[in-house]
């Protein structure tokens, strides 16, 4: 199922100067954070803004796993597969993404780089469900299989999505809450000002499109790369 490689290199248009925006909203747009004797703060919150988008594309990406597995159950199509395969390998990078920015940030919160709280916990084991299903995909040779039991993992393992975006909300958690309210009574911080909103909004639009781009240029090449393998045959 090769996409229009016109269509490929549009979209990687259409990204490249998206991100460069947002990358420079985050250094140069978003005003410095002030304590309440109007002291400059950590700058290290700039890192939120890289780190909510990663998170949520990581989840967008393991959802096109779920969607992609059940589609290809019920017509046991091959380019059903290579879009979960393709999304799970993009999904992949940016949980991995998730959990460096996220060590960063709890350093400059906490102290550390590393505490076992529901939300870092989940992360972790979100990002191996997907590496084990990556895993599970090079293990196995024959393709017809292989596509099958890695459909039934990408739906079984979805699982580790929400638990891993309702944590905070299950569990007590020293991870900030920044939309609604936990079952724990501890309401969200959220985003108070026009340029941190439209900061975050950008971000979320760039690295949604950078996902976009990778995950159809990853399609393109798994497509190549099952012809080849027919071509052998």
Wanted: proline letters at 3%.
């Amino acid at each position: 199922m090769l996409i229009d490689r016109k269509k490929e290199r549009i979209l990687a248009i259409i990204t490249a100067p998206v991100m460069l925006i947002a990358i420079w909203m985050i250094f140069f747009y978003v005003p410095q954070m002030k304590g309440n004797a109007g002291e400059i703060l950590d700058s290290s919150f700039k890192i939120f803004y890289f780190h909510l988008p990663i998170a949520m594309v990581s989840y967008l990406a393991f959802t096109v796993v779920f969607l992609a597995s059940i589609m290809h159950l019920k017509g046991n199509s091959s380019k059903w597969d290579i879009v979960a395969h393709s999304a799970a390998e993009v999904g992949v990078v940016f949980a991995f993404l998730v959990l460096v920015t996220g060590s960063i940030w709890a350093k400059a919160t906490w102290g550390w780089y590393w505490i076992w709280e529901p939300r870092l916990t989940t992360s972790l084991a979100l990002f191996l469900v997907y590496l084990a299903y990556l895993m599970l995909r090079q293990a196995l040779e024959e393709p017809e299989k292989r596509a099958r039991l890695a459909a039934v993992f990408g739906i079984v393992g979805f699982i580790s999505v929400p638990l891993s975006f309702l944590s905070i909300r299950l569990w007590r958690s020293a991870h900030p809450l920044m939309f609604g309210s936990s079952s724990y009574g501890s309401s969200g911080g959220g985003l108070e000002g026009t340029s941190l909103q439209l900061t975050l909004a950008v971000n979320m639009l760039a690295f949604a499109l950078l996902f976009a781009s990778m995950l159809v240029y990853r399609i393109n090449n798994e497509a190549l790369k099952e012809e080849l393998e027919e071509m052998k045959y």
